[in-house]
Every structure is written in C-alpha cells, then in structure tokens.
C-alpha cells in the first residue's frame, strides 16, 4: 500500500528555520516524483517545490526560490523540504504528494497521484 507521511512541521519564529520530512512507503521512489503543496486557511493549495524521480530536475515556487531547498534520500525513501528564512506567509498545511514520472521533469501543478496527511508549519512571533 503506497503511503506518504508527512513530519517536522511546527511553531517558528519569524526568520527561522524547519526541515519537514516525507517518508513513502510501499513504492519505489526512482519512480515517482515528488512535490510538495501547501494550503493556507482561505487560499488555496500552492504548489511549493518538486523533484524529479532521478532528483536530477527540482522546481521550486517563485515565493520561496532561494529559501527552500528539496532532496531526497533514496536509502531511507525521504524527500526533505529544508526551509530557511521563513516568513509569517509561509503559514500554512504542507502535504507532499506523488507522481508516477512519465519524464525526468516535475511540476507544481495539483496532478499528483497520491497525498500525504500533511503537517503545519506557523510562523509567528
């Protein structure tokens, strides 16, 4: 059973950091790529930034270009989000989610095939 489960969200001040995980399990994540999304209360869902199934392509949201930064752990089928210089902005549920790969490209489109639980990440002083 493919499954997806999302950790490391939390409270932040401002200008701080979080490294959210994403742990699949029952899939081969050479064959997937991975994105992560985020929905703030009223808005919504925001692709944020994917890798592609080699971890050769990542594309990442003009919002946090330069402050997020996704990778992969294929020994430990994890896909991190490290996220630095965070904003209040930056509030909201992240969930990442997983496509069969019919290229080595990734998008941030909501055409994932499969979704996590999701995890908060609050900034707020």
């Known amino acids: 059973q493919l499954q997806l489960v999302e950790s490391g969200g939390g409270l932040v001040q401002p200008g701080g950091s979080l490294r959210l995980s994403c742990a699949a399990s029952?899939?081969?994540?050479?064959?997937?790529?991975i994105g992560w999304f985020r929905q703030a209360p009223g808005k919504e869902r925001e692709g944020v930034s994917c890798?592609?199934?080699?971890?050769?392509?990542?594309n990442y949201a003009d919002s946090v270009k330069g402050r997020f930064t996704i990778s992969r752990d294929i020994a430990k089928t994890t896909v991190y989000l490290e996220m630095k210089s965070l904003k209040p902005e930056d509030t909201a549920v992240y969930y990442c989610?997983?496509?069969?790969?019919?290229?080595?490209?990734?998008?941030?489109?909501?055409?994932?095939?499969?979704w996590g639980q999701g995890t908060q990440v609050t900034v707020s002083s």
């Open positions: 989610a997983a496509a069969l790969a019919v290229s080595d490209l990734c998008v941030l489109s909501s055409l994932y095939d499969y």
């Open positions: 029952g899939f081969i994540l050479d064959y997937y790529a």
């Open positions: 890798i592609s199934s080699s971890g050769g392509f990542t």
